[in-house]
């Protein structure tokens, strides 16, 4: 019997109750799942092991890699920049970074790369997959690719390629890593335990990811498909863990809590305000979800709708009744989600990863039970 840590509120008690039973029938090893409603903590809850041979607790301080739920948070750095008047969302990429527009892309807008319709899913031709840890090397890689399929005429997700985008656009505007801009500007102000790049100091933190057994489903595979997930240079590889957890990957390699990632998805749900300071303006909360658009993805298997970078929840409904609700999920299971009109904000992270590339079965049961709730 694995012993629960941390509170859930008297209503919401069976979200512990999903949350106990992940680890009795869904194979969970250590895990948390934490919510904010109305910019209060309501569920903060956390159990099992940080460590494959189950002998470290999953504790109030374990970090957890959140995988593409990074994705989230490249795309919140990018919007305060766009609050801030420094970029607009239909801006061409190539004005700001005039690289950007070779091979077809001169037209690309910061919003189209941001909701993956710039036709860059992955780098088709062959390289070595440590180049992804080479930042001027594989944006200047990602500058010179042409559009796997024509931009604008669908989605096609890229797991890769747009945390470096993003993160390339930022750079050129603010002169600062993402990562770096996010630790001064957001996560030491307000006290949030979320790093892209991680220090060598918090290394001993972290949970030990236990794989899937087995690859995601990705339906009929095209050139697209197979750019984003299935040649060896996919993915940063070569380096070993603890560069991987050093370097700055925006699309990949955040770490975090779930309670700090809550907390700033319930500022997101709650008017863009927390602890007395806006991380972004409700008019840039609503900018950045507004869909951009909707259709069969390139990449992954389902109908989807982007925002800015962030996924929505409508069709998919990963994330509880919501029409308004967005977010982005990890590979594995991980997941942040916004609620504006429920004003709810919450984050599931975990580190035995399943097989699914949305809507892990664990995470749909915990959120399945909070709105349960409401």
Request: aromatic share 8%; proline share 6%.
């Amino acid at each position: 019997m694995i012993e629960i840590h941390g509170f859930a509120a008297p209503r919401f008690a069976a979200v512990k109750d999903a949350f106990a039973a992940n680890f009795e029938d869904a194979e969970e090893v250590g895990a948390r799942f934490s919510l904010v409603e109305a910019g209060e903590t309501v569920v903060d809850l956390w159990g099992g092991h940080a460590d494959r041979a189950r002998t470290r607790p999953f504790a109030e301080d374990t970090l957890t890699p959140v995988f593409s739920t990074t994705k989230a948070l490249a795309a919140l750095m990018v919007a305060r920049l766009v609050d801030q008047g420094r970029l607009a969302y239909d801006q061409a990429v190539a004005e700001v970074w005039p690289e950007f527009g070779q091979a077809g892309k001169a037209g690309v807008t910061v919003e189209d790369a941001l909701s993956h319709q710039a036709g860059l899913s992955g780098v088709p031709d062959e390289m070595d997959p440590s180049l992804w840890f080479d930042w001027d090397a594989i944006c200047a890689r990602i500058a010179a690719t042409a559009p796997i399929w024509p931009p604008r005429t669908a989605s096609g997700y890229g797991p890769s390629t747009m945390g470096y985008i993003a993160g390339e656009i930022f750079r050129r505007i603010d002169g600062r890593t993402i990562g770096r801009a996010l630790a001064e500007d957001v996560c030491r102000p307000l006290d949030l335990d979320i790093w892209i790049g991680l220090p060598d100091s918090e290394h001993a933190r972290c949970a030990d990811m236990i794989r899937p057994k087995g690859l995601p489903k990705f339906g009929e595979v095209n050139a697209a498909t197979r750019a984003a997930f299935l040649t060896p240079w996919a993915a940063a590889g070569g380096r070993g863990q603890a560069e991987w957890r050093r370097a700055e990957l925006p699309s990949a390699n955040g770490h975090a809590t779930a309670l700090s990632l809550a907390r700033l998805a319930g500022a997101l749900a709650d008017g863009g305000w927390l602890d007395g300071e806006v991380v972004l303006s409700p008019a840039l909360i609503a900018e950045a979800a507004r869909e951009r658009i909707r259709g069969q993805d390139m990449v992954l298997p389902y109908v989807v709708a982007w925002g800015a970078g962030f996924l929505r929840n409508d069709p998919v409904l990963i994330w509880g009744p919501g029409l308004q609700t967005f977010g982005h999920a990890g590979w594995g299971g991980s997941c942040l989600f916004v609620d504006p009109e429920q004003r709810l904000g919450g984050a599931y992270v975990m580190n035995r990863q399943s097989a699914e590339l949305i809507g892990d079965l664990r995470s749909r049961r915990l959120i399945e039970a909070a709105y349960g709730a409401l």
